[in-house]
């Protein structure tokens, strides 16, 4: 069995739950956050989706620079609404899933660097960064999503796992 068909199962587990949690945000609590210092559920939200496109990315390429030498680093971009944020999501989701369907064992052991100013800040191979970049950093936010969401008052939040 290939790496991404491993994957895939798991890629449209994670975007589906993600997907739910998402469609319960109410347009009032984007700004809300836990306390000073923490991340609004908007912010949140908003990484859940920048994380689910950095997957062709990851895939394609064999490195990415936060802040490339002499440019002007280019910030994620922000969707506000709930619909906006799923939409962005399903779109996102589906670039995702042809890249990593068409994506072989041997590109999967290939290195991928996270670069900021041009320094490495690490380097490891593309399955691994989609496992720990991607996978598990989508289920470590999301999470993070449903407390914030459950402390503001929002009723119906589905379970962060499911």
Known sequence: MRIADVFLPEFER??????????????????WKLAPGFNTIGWNANHLVNIVEWMPAICAASEFDLAPPGETPVPPTVWMTAEELVGKLD??????????????DEAMAEDWSLKMGGQVLFTVSKGECLETWVMNHLVHHRAILTINLRHSGVAGVPESGG
Do not use: H, N, Q, W
């Open 14 to 31: 994670e975007v589906a739950r993600t997907r739910k949690v998402l469609g319960v945000i109410p347009a009032d609590k984007m700004e």
């Open 91 to 104: 779109e996102y989701a589906e670039a995702g899933r042809r890249v990593l369907a068409g994506t072989s």
